[in-house]
């Protein structure tokens, strides 16, 4: 079931890496153009969005909308293991890719002007590449998923869950690094359990 979930979530990964490669080139010109310094670090507010467009909807609604749930379901899966290997998957891949992310993020940061982090303790504790970004991304992630199995339709849920992960980000503004990973991890298990709930009430 592993490798059936990752197939079917093969083009939202690439989707998500052809993302990453455009965070690349912007932190090299923000490098090489000092007049773009910051311009990395403020384009990563809008990843998570992506994640939860690209990655998050497509992950259930695609299935429930064609159908395709069913064969699973009539051949000795469990609902829940179904929704664990889907996520479990995509979960995984998201914090890969969320990884690569930090990467870039941590040498644009490091390159920023004076009073910025720079050494490895200082941006492992600053929002931008710290542990609050992968559990952004693993919120919206979920939340994305959420909105898909219980609207089962990708079209409808995409502009909701651009939304709500903006509202999210919004609303963590002014917390803090620890403050704003409990929120999100929170949030994130939150968005799992009403999935189930979507799922399991599905005929």
Do not use: K, N
């Amino acid at each position: 079931m592993i490798w059936v979930a990752w197939r079917r979530q093969r083009l939202q990964i690439l989707v998500i890496s052809g993302v990453i490669l455009l965070y690349g080139g912007a932190a090299l010109a923000e490098r090489l153009q000092p007049g773009l310094t910051g311009m990395t670090r403020q384009l990563a507010g809008y990843f998570v969005g992506l994640v939860a467009m690209f990655w998050g909807v497509p992950l259930l609604a695609r299935e429930l909308e064609g159908g395709v749930y069913r064969m699973s379901w009539t051949q000795g899966l469990t609902r829940g293991r179904w929704l664990a290997f889907m996520l479990g998957v995509a979960a995984a891949g998201a914090v890969v890719l969320t990884g690569v992310l930090a990467a870039i993020l941590a040498w644009a940061v490091s390159g920023e002007a004076p009073g910025r982090p720079r050494d490895a303790l200082d941006l492992l504790q600053s929002d931008a590449v710290g542990p609050a970004l992968f559990a952004r991304v693993l919120f919206g992630l979920c939340l994305g998923a959420m909105l898909g199995a219980l609207i089962r339709r990708a079209q409808l849920a995409v502009p909701l869950a651009m939304l709500g992960t903006g509202l999210a980000q919004l609303g963590l503004l002014r917390a803090g690094p620890a403050l704003e990973l409990l929120l999100c991890l929170l949030g994130a298990a939150g968005c799992i359990a009403l999935t189930w709930l979507a799922i399991h009430r599905r005929s």
